[in-house]
């Protein structure tokens, strides 16, 4: 399939990324052309074949219910861009 | 709800309860899940969502997942996986929730229960699935929101939830009040979870719209999704305040199922109103895809037969019992299983020690209930034993006390825990009147009213409780309804 | 004596018996990378603990409380593996900042066999390319020629090792980010099967397909490298909980009637440079005359792989690399002032602090994921994806292991492909494969062509079947296929 502006635009939105509408452009052109590359898998007949999620056929595995270290509420905050010692700071939710 | 309203529409209700589950560990990590610790303290690379951490699965949170299944008469799948639901929010680390999207732990199931608005008639809400998924952290958002930056805590991320989602079946708020009690009783039974709503172990999330007969046709409105209901009462309240809201809206706008997408309204439990948060357009498109991170659960047919095996008796189960072996009354079966299993466990050992049933339910209800509630305890707390209290009752149909002097004993144990009927009739100076002494003071009472003798010949037989004052004046611990039955007898040897 | 001509395990031997110590051979390997690295710019961080934890590991050594074959050797690791005491960036201007809280077990392993973190590797942003051209730290240099692309994503590995400024180094391959690196630059790369080495602390790409790999130029020291790495962890739940078998011991069993099975597709490729047809027709003739029984055999799917790959990989990736919002750790961007706070915040710190290809493979990801094209897409490539590992377990049922090329070309110029992702893309057409299908795959050294640039040849094997792959990768060395060799930079 081909892809328009406005799928880029609408892609970007769901990704939380920002495009100038040049980029915009660009990408359109670029992902519309890996499209077209990889539309080729409908030449292959899939009927009736699983999808294959895991190379391993690994099943159930678990852990016990038991308690673990938990990391120093420093270390915990160490990378974060905005923090007070206590909790992740971020830019309030809604504007006022 | 104005009685106009309530007669011109039907309220359509299904809801989602997110449920946490009782683990020790998180679902994908060994962090605590104790509610209440200082924030970002219960935190590790994993529920930080670090670059690189993994996730693996919690046993127990499965195990419980079936438990809770069972209960609720749900389809078990032999095979089931953890997907992704990806959207951005801060107190989502990873930028996605590890959830179950089509293949969920719990396939179809249903629960019963008292239908609130006709006694002894039984509702039945029909379950489409319930599955887990791992818990978002917490955000503190400025009260004037916008002035100042979010707080964002992530002790709770990662803790286990299963979320049990109903058909909409439900067709009242109050009957959706009485589906939620019921579950919450059900769940603190099977021990799967404290249902704490206070501290979110127990929230849920509604689904309502109207039908509205027009014209003979039914017309819907709009679905609504109200979230935001952290008690039972704001359940009941949000409710029936969204139907009315939908009544008055309809009214004016006339907009149907047709017209409007499904919104989502939250709960001001404050101002007592639900409020628009957004429209499903700019709602996220989740993305859902297989964790590559996670394998696939397989959930063995012994597996299931272990976790069946350790359900317990249901209080649906208790209170059939109560009513059948017991013969109690609908009602105070109700009380006493309403209680929690402890003072249904409480109920059954006083009987089994001997207590008749009618008896110890009043016991329990009058007394014991009253013991709970004056000083907040839990039965386990309460300082009269059930075989204690079984002697008091048995004591008292023997007739060597009456029920206020059962009273006093069971007060004097209160402060004197572990005496005995003895020690506390000792203590009180209750003494039991011999079979004798009562019969030769009943003739005392006959000779001195005659008037009272002759009513009762002449068939009023009610007459004889005019001697019952005159008796106690002679002894007080003379057991009215034995003074009573004696001097019928007397009287009636006579004759 | 001259530390290039060593083995690891030689410079280990060297160490135990105290004729060197980890600290000199430390030393030699950093002064290399301060004089070079200027120019090939394999490196991203230097350990500024390098020299105390030689001395450590020499006096551990000689305490007698460490040893092993690889103890006191020094060790360059890829800047895609968390390491507490040092920066991990992914090439990233989103974690160039960035200090992990923890160690990847691959690392603790590592360390807990006395090996020495000279530094942090260079590789393509998030491991997302095939020349270590998009890395916020700039383009890594082709040893053997500095015009020249040193392949990617584990560029940065690859190069400290043609340089002569490590003697093994750790990468990750996702869709050949480790075999395709090292046929660029003449070195040895091993991509263990899925699940061998833990990914604990591996920053992900796409989960399904990343696997940690390794660098040496010597095959033995890829064998004792493996052995340090390998091995089930609790805290991934998709390693493999199987016995790691002694890599080191079979080396050197005889090929004599071991199958080798010869890709037709990969050879009919016309993508296929001839040069390195050739290379491919030299090891097979090598093994022949090790005894070995030549096969062709066909993996019929092979034109779809690396369509199957890139809706696969970046459909996992847009999820993996959505915990990159500004919020929690990395780079922040506050929105314009029109924008909501926290959306603009989150927005603009994604597209300021992920590079053009990270981008574009969001984009793509998120897009064959999202509704009414997640059928059409994503699960139609997971669908040619079983079929491309039934391919693989037909041939093995037929054959030990398959022998084909590990790149289609010798390497190319920096910025040649940059512009045109798909041409980029094809570059993995032979690697890609083993990824999708979870299978171990090697490549081996196999000469310079007229330019005097690496040429290589790829082994693939069974799961599990990497001793057998390095045995193989031993002989085709010993037989002198390649004679391990530092570039000369100039
Ligand atoms: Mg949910
Ligand atoms: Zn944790």
Redo the contacts with the bound molecule.
């Keep these: 399939m081909s892809l328009s502006r406005d799928d880029v635009a609408g892609v970007a939105k769901l990704a939380k990324l920002q495009f100038s509408s040049e980029e915009i452009d660009q990408l359109t052109d670029q992902l519309g052309r890996i499209v077209s590359f990889v539309d080729q898998l409908n030449q292959v007949d899939t009927e009736g074949v699983d999808t294959m999620a895991h190379p391993l056929d690994v099943e159930s595995v678990v852990r016990e219910d038991q308690l673990?270290d938990?990391l120093d509420r420093a270390d915990a905050l160490k990378n974060a861009p905005n923090q007070d010692g206590e909790f992740f700071l971020v830019p309030p939710v809604m504007a006022k | 709800m104005s009685e106009s309203a309530a007669s011109s529409y039907q309220m359509i209700v299904g809801l989602e309860v997110h449920v946490q589950l009782a683990t020790q560990s998180?679902l994908?990590?060994?962090?605590a899940t104790k509610f209440g610790a200082p924030p970002n303290t219960?935190?590790?690379?994993?529920?930080?969502g670090q670059p690189g951490a993994l996730p693996v699965m919690n046993k127990e949170a499965v195990r419980l997942a079936i438990q809770t299944g069972l209960a609720l008469n749900c389809e078990i799948a032999s095979f089931t996986k953890w997907d992704r639901k990806n959207y951005f929010y801060p107190d989502l680390p990873k930028g996605y929730q590890i959830s179950q999207f089509d293949e969920p732990i719990c396939g179809p199931g249903y629960l019963d229960f008292d239908d609130p608005e006709s006694p002894g008639e039984q509702l039945r809400v029909r379950l489409i699935r319930a599955h887990l998924e791992e818990d978002a952290g917490k955000s503190m958002h400025d009260e004037e929101a916008g002035k100042a930056d979010s707080r964002i805590d992530l002790n709770r991320?990662?803790t286990p939830l299963l979320e049990i989602v109903s058909e909409p079946d439900l067709r009242s708020a109050a009957a959706a009040r009485a589906y939620l009690t019921e579950l919450r009783l059900l769940l603190t039974y099977l021990g799967v979870s404290d249902c704490n709503m206070q501290e979110g172990s127990l929230r849920a999330d509604a689904n309502v719209n109207l039908h509205i007969e027009k014209g003979g046709e039914i017309v819907a409105t709009p679905i609504v999704e109200v979230k935001n209901l952290n008690s039972f009462r704001a359940v009941e309240r949000a409710l029936d305040y969204e139907g009315q809201r939908q009544w008055d809206d309809w009214q004016r706008t006339g907009q149907t199922i047709k017209d409007a997408p499904k919104r989502t309204f939250g709960w001001d439990d404050a101002r007592g109103v639900t409020v628009l948060q957004r429209e499903k357009e700019d709602s996220a498109d989740y993305r859902y895809f297989p964790d590559p991170d996670l394998v696939p659960l397989r959930i063995s047919s012994e597996q299931l037969a272990n976790v069946r095996d350790s359900l317990g008796e249901s209080p649906r189960a208790i209170r059939e019992r109560l009513q059948t072996a017991h013969d109690l009354k609908p009602y105070d079966a109700e009380v006493i299983v309403g209680q929690g299993k402890g003072v249904v466990e409480y109920f059954d050992q006083v009987v089994a020690s001997g207590g008749s049933a009618k008896r110890a339910s009043s016991w329990v209800h009058q007394e014991v209930l009253r013991v709970l509630n004056d000083g907040n305890l839990e039965i386990k707390d309460v300082p009269v034993s059930p075989k204690q209290l079984a002697e008091l009752i048995s004591a008292i149909d023997a007739g060597d006390l009456d029920t206020s002097k059962g009273k006093e004993v069971f007060q004097f144990w209160l402060e004197n825990p572990g005496k005995s009927v003895e020690d506390a009739k000792e203590a009180l100076g209750i003494k039991s009147v011999d079979k004798g002494e009562l019969e030769s003071l009943c003739r005392e009472l006959l000779a001195e009213n005659e008037k009272v003798v002759n009513q009762f010949k002449d068939g009023n037989t009610k007459a004889l409780g005019a001697l019952i004052g005159a008796a106690k004046k002679k002894n007080p611990n003379a057991d009215p309804r034995m003074v009573r039955d004696l001097c019928q007898q007397i009287i009636e040897n006579e004759i | 004596m001259n530390i290039l001509e060593l083995s690891a395990t030689e410079i280990a031997s060297k160490i135990a018996a105290r004729e060197i110590s980890s600290r000199e051979v430390t030393a030699f390997f950093l002064e290399r990378i301060d004089t070079l690295d200027s120019k090939v710019v394999a490196f991203t961080s230097r350990n500024t603990l390098a020299l105390q934890q030689a001395e450590e590991a020499d006096r551990k050594i000689q305490a007698g409380e460490l040893s092993g074959p690889l103890a006191g050797v020094p060790v360059a690791i890829k800047d895609v593996l968390c390491t507490a005491e040092m920066p991990t960036t992914c090439g990233s201007q989103m974690l160039k900042d960035f200090t992990a809280p923890y160690s990847a077990t691959a690392v603790r392993k590592i360390l807990d066999a006395g090996m020495v973190v000279l530094g942090k590797t260079n590789m393509d942003e998030f491991a997302m390319g095939g020349s270590t051209e998009t890395s916020v730290f700039g383009a890594t240099h082709n040893p053997w020629d500095l015009n020249r692309t040193a392949g990617g994503s584990s560029g940065g590995s690859a190069a400290a090792l043609a340089a002569g400024m490590a003697p093994i180094a750790i990468g990750s391959d996702t869709g050949g980010s480790v075999r395709q690196p090292a046929a660029f630059c003449g070195v040895c790369g091993l991509k263990p099967t899925y699940g061998r080495v833990s990914r604990f602390g591996l920053v992900a790409f796409a989960s399904s397909l990343d696997q940690v790999g390794c660098f040496a130029h010597h095959s033995s020291d890829l064998a004792a490298t493996l052995q340090v790495i390998a091995g089930f962890d609790n805290r991934d739940s998709t390693s493999v909980n199987a016995e790691v078998s002694d890599y080191s011991a079979s080396l050197g069993d005889s090929l004599l009637a071991l199958k080798v099975g010869i890709i037709r597709e990969h050879l009919e490729s016309e993508a296929l440079d001839p040069e390195v047809r050739a290379a491919v027709a030299k090891a097979q003739d090598c093994l022949k005359g090790l005894g070995a029984e030549i096969i062709e055999v066909e993996l019929p799917h092979t034109n779809y792989s690396v369509p199957a790959y890139y809706v696969v990989a970046p459909c996992e990736a847009s999820g993996n690399l959505s915990r990159y919002e500004g919020v929690h750790y990395g780079f922040r961007q506050l929105g314009g002032p029109e924008d909501p706070p926290l959306e603009g915040m989150i927005a603009a710190s994604r597209s300021e602090g992920f590079g053009a290809e990270v981008k574009r493979r969001i984009m793509l990801g998120t897009f064959a994921l999202s509704e009414g094209y997640s059928d059409a897409y994503y699960k139609k490539a997971l669908r040619v994806r079983r079929l491309i590992a039934q391919d693989y377990q037909e041939a093995f049922e037929k054959v030990d292991v398959l022998l084909g090329p590990t790149t289609p070309t010798a390497p190319y110029e920096l910025g040649e492909k940059v512009g045109d992702p798909v041409q980029m893309y094809l570059g993995d057409l032979f690697t890609v494969g083993a990824n999708l299908a979870g299978l171990p795959g090697l490549s081996v050294p196999a000469g310079m062509n007229a330019a005097g640039l690496p040429l290589a040849v790829q082994l693939q094997g069974p799961a599990m079947g990497e001793a057998k792959l390095l045995r193989v990768a031993h002989q085709l060395q010993r037989a002198g296929l390649f004679v391990p060799q530092v570039a000369s930079v100039a």
Excluded: N
Excluded at chain 2, 28 to 31: A, I, K, P, S, V
């Design positions: 673990a938990s | 998180k994908f990590c060994g962090c219960q935190v590790c690379p994993v529920c930080l991320t990662g």
